[in-house]
């Protein structure tokens, strides 16, 4: 019997979407027919995934790489925002994170706020990866690649999770807007900002007190 899985992709880069399409296609069940739909931002993955919600046909996976630009009306800011929205409005898909970003605690708040069936690094994704991880999460076996493993057997010096308003902070810093005026757009005091700001501060071990110092290493750290 003929199993038809509902897929969206989500990158920025036509060329890295393509390749994920061929290796799936290329290594797929006999038994399976994709249905592989693309989304080159957080714009039209919203479309998609509202789309879905409306129509009662939701995806079976979602490929969500976690640097993408942020929607036009700013209410995601990034692959990630884009995964956490689709676990709430689709809850029966599965979600498999692709991300650049290596480091212990940038793992852990992906695991902690999303909670992934999959979760590959793609600076060594192969196309047997890739199909692996497929097959496994359609399977309903969590599949992390070798390298997160290991990540998350390292010990985390900080538990600290770099939640939405931590994030907003950041994205709003990187725009461009001043301490005093980020209350405007958060629904906190100022006092609860700068309290935000110094918790920031310690978890990217900066010592001077700057703004752009903090941007760098949240940068460094990709929540930028």
Do not use: W
């Not at 956490?84 to 991300?99: D, G």
């Not at 006092?191 to 700001?197: L, P």
């Amino acid at each position: 019997m003929t199993e038809t899985i509902k897929i969206l992709m989500i990158d920025d880069h036509p060329m890295i979407i393509e390749g994920y399409q061929n290796t799936l296609l290329y290594t797929k069940r006999d038994n399976q027919e994709l249905e592989i739909e693309i989304a080159h931002n957080c714009d039209e993955a919203l479309r998609a995934i509202n789309k879905a919600v409306k129509t009662d046909r939701s995806f079976d996976v979602l490929f969500v790489d976690i640097s993408l630009p942020a929607s036009t009306d700013g209410s995601m800011n990034s692959g990630e925002d884009l995964a956490e929205f689709a676990r709430k409005v689709l809850p029966q898909s599965k979600i498999i994170i692709l991300t650049m970003f290596n480091e212990s605690f940038r793992i852990h708040n992906i695991i902690k706020t999303i909670n992934p069936e999959g979760l590959l690094i793609k600076s060594d994704l192969t196309s047997n990866e890739l199909a692996n991880a497929f097959q496994t999460v359609m399977d309903n076996v969590p599949f992390y690649s070798a390298t997160v493993n290991q990540l998350i057997r390292r010990t985390i010096s900080s538990d600290i999770v770099i939640d939405d308003k931590n994030r907003k902070i950041l994205h709003l810093l990187s725009q461009g807007v001043k301490t005093k005026n980020l209350a405007a757009h958060l629904d906190i005091s100022l006092s609860a900002i700068e309290k935000r700001k110094k918790q920031l501060r310690d978890l990217f071990e900066v010592e001077d007190g700057q703004d752009e110092t903090l941007l760098n290493q949240a940068r460094k750290k990709g929540f930028v």
